[in-house]
C-alpha cells in the first residue's frame, strides 16, 4: 500500500494582495495565507501570521528588519512583490541563512515606459494643458498659450544607474534623437554603451550638461538625496529631472524650493521620500507625507501615486516571478533574483 506523506506543507504568508496567478502557483506545494486587510500589517503582525513560515512575501510598504526576522525562525526565503531591497535588512537575512529575493526583469519595461510618460508629460505641459479644457479656459488655439512646453527631440538626456531600467530608458531615447549620456559608479562596458546608444560621463557632467535627468540606481546610502541642495546648484535652471527609483534619492524640500526660485524647471516623479523606510533606526517612516511645496507647484511638477508597474499584465508576471522565487528554494534552487549568498547555504 502506498504511503501517504503527511507532512504539513510549508506555509507561504503574503503582507499584502497579489494576483492570484502567483499564490496558485504556489498551493500545490505550499500553504498560503494572504493578509487579508488592505493596510500593511504592523511588525508584529506578520511575525504572529509568520512565525512558522517556510517564505515570507512582501512589498514595498513593508520593513523586513532583523527584529522581524529573528522571530520568524522558520524562514528560508524572503521574496519581494518589487525591484529593491531598502526596506529589508539583507545583512540580517544572510546571518540568518535567509534567501532575499527581488524582482529581476518582469517591471523593466513598465518603468521605463512611465518614466517617459512622466518626462512628455513634465516637458510638453500635458498636465496644465488638460487644466485649461477641464476649467473651461480653451478657446481654441492661442500664439503664447500659457502651457508652453519644452522640446524634447533632440536635446541631451542624462541617465543615473544604468541597471535594466536605465538601459530600457536609454533604448527609448533613440527614437527622439537625443544625445544621451550615464553614469553610475561601475562603468558599463564600450559594448554596452554602444548597444544602448550612451555615453559615460562623470556624475557633475551629467548634472550639468544634462536638459532632462532621470533617476534609475537603487536606495543606497551613496545615493540618499543624490539630488539634493548642491546638485541643484549644479543643475540648469532649464533642466527637468524625473525620478522612477526611489522618492528618498532625490531632497524633495529641496526640489520644491529650486522649482519656486527658478533654478529647476521641473520635477516629474513616481515616487516619493514618505515611501522609504530608514536604513535602521526606529519602525516609523522619516518623513509622512509630501511636502506641501511640492504639491502646490502644479504647473512644474507631474506627481503619480507609484503606478510604473500598474499594468494589469506586468502585476501578474511580478506575481509569478515573486512566487516562482519561493519554488526555487523549496526545490533546492538558488532563486531567481536573489541578493545574497545566505551563509551556511551556498548558492544550490
Known amino acids: ?37 488592505d493596510h500593511p500589517p504592523s511588525e508584529n503582525e506578520i511575525a504572529t501570521q509568520a512565525g512558522d513560515a517556510f517564505a515570507l512575501c512582501f512589498s514595498v ?84 498659450p500659457a502651457a508652453m512646453g519644452s522640446r524634447v527631440s533632440g536635446r541631451t ?18 527614437g527622439f534623437g537625443m544625445r544621451v549620456l550615464c553614469t553610475q559608479p561601475d562603468r558599463l562596458t564600450p559594448a554596452q554603451e554602444d548597444a544602448v546608444g550612451a555615453r559615460w560621463v562623470t556624475r557633475p557632467e551629467l548634472l550639468a550638461q544634462s536638459d532632462f535627468i532621470v533617476l534609475c540606481s537603487p536606495l543606497t546610502e551613496d545615493t540618499f538625496h543624490q539630488i539634493g541642495e548642491a546638485e541643484l546648484h549644479v543643475i540648469k535652471p532649464s533642466a527637468m529631472v524625473v525620478n522612477v527609483s526611489r522618492g528618498s534619492e532625490v531632497d524633495e ?10 533654478r529647476l524647471a521641473g520635477y516629474a516623479t513616481d515616487v516619493f521620500e514618505m515611501e ?3 536604513a535602521a533606526g526606529p519602525i516609523a517612516r522619516p518623513v509622512r507625507s509630501v511636502p506641501a511645496s511640492l504639491v502646490a ?23 509569478l516571478a515573486q512566487a516562482g522565487a519561493v519554488l526555487d528554494v523549496l526545490e533546492g534552487r538558488r532563486p531567481a533574483g536573489a541578493v545574497n549568498e545566505p551563509l551556511g547555504r551556498g548558492t544550490r
Open 61 to 144: 510598504c513593508d520593513r523586513v528588519s532583523a527584529s522581524l526576522l529573528e522571530r520568524c525562525p522558520s524562514l528560508k526565503v524572503i521574496s519581494s512583490y518589487a525591484r529593491g531591497s531598502d526596506n529589508v535588512d539583507v545583512e540580517a537575512a544572510t546571518r540568518l541563512g535567509i534567501w532575499v529575493a527581488t524582482i529581476d526583469t518582469a517591471m523593466t519595461d513598465s518603468v521605463a515606459d512611465m518614466a517617459w510618460a512622466l518626462l512628455l508629460s513634465l516637458a510638453r505641459k500635458v498636465i496644465p494643458g488638460d487644466r485649461i479644457v477641464r476649467h473651461g479656459w480653451f478657446t481654441g488655439w492661442e500664439p503664447r
Open 297 to 319: 507647484n502644479r504647473d512644474r511638477t507631474v506627481l503619480t501615486p507609484h503606478i510604473s508597474t500598474a499594468v494589469e499584465e506586468v502585476r501578474v508576471q511580478i506575481a
Open 253 to 262: 524640500e529641496a526640489a520644491a524650493r529650486a522649482l519656486n526660485e527658478g
Open 276 to 278: 522609504d523606510w530608514p
Open 1 to 37: 500500500m502506498k504511503r501517504v506523506d503527511e507532512r504539513p506543507k510549508p506555509l507561504v504568508y503574503y503582507t499584502h494582495w497579489v494576483p492570484d496567478e502567483g499564490p496558485a502557483l504556489l498551493r500545490p506545494h505550499c500553504r498560503v495565507v494572504i493578509c487579508p486587510t
Open 157 to 174: 538626456l542624462g541617465i543615473v544607474g544604468m541597471g535594466q531600467v536605465g538601459r530600457a530608458v536609454a533604448r527609448r531615447a533613440s
